[in-house]
């Protein structure tokens, strides 16, 4: 059974920064299309960053790009979303996914995967107070 658990998030003010971890385990994900999310209260959950390390291949939104990075460890199984330059936009719960068959791509502006990822996490909160 694959379990993806998320950690790194917390409270943080304008200008901070926060890395996020997403382990996964019961499976080898290291040709794993890897995927964040991040809802935020009242809004639609949107696509931040993908990764697909077989075709050395990154995908973010608009919104982040340039102050987000993802990047992963397959020896540990583990992705991470690096995030600098937090505003308070960057605000909601984000949630990572994995899949053997996700790719993505950008469409107006977002992260969008072509087919559905599988497999989800939890979630990690993340506030940034002005």
């Known amino acids: 059974q694959v379990r993806l658990v998320e950690s790194g998030g917390g409270s943080v003010q304008t200008g901070g920064s926060l890395r996020l971890s997403c382990t996964v385990s019961?499976?080898?994900?290291?040709?794993?299309?890897m995927g964040w999310f991040r809802q935020a209260p009242g809004k639609e959950r949107e696509g931040v960053a993908a990764?697909?390390?077989?075709?050395?291949?990154?995908f973010f939104a608009d919104a982040v790009k340039g102050r987000f990075t993802i990047s992963r460890d397959n020896a540990k199984n583990t992705v991470y979303l690096q995030m600098d330059g937090l505003t308070p936009e960057d605000t909601a719960m984000y949630s990572c996914?994995?899949?053997?068959?996700?790719?993505?791509?950008?469409?107006?502006?977002?992260?969008?995967?072509?087919?559905?990822?599988?497999?989800w996490g939890q979630g990690t909160q993340v506030n940034v107070s002005s």
């Open positions: 019961g499976s080898n994900s290291g040709t794993y299309y």
């Open positions: 990764i697909y390390t077989a075709r050395n291949a990154t």
């Open positions: 996914a994995a899949d053997p068959w996700a790719p993505c791509t950008v469409i107006r502006g977002t992260v969008k995967p072509l087919e559905s990822f599988s497999y």
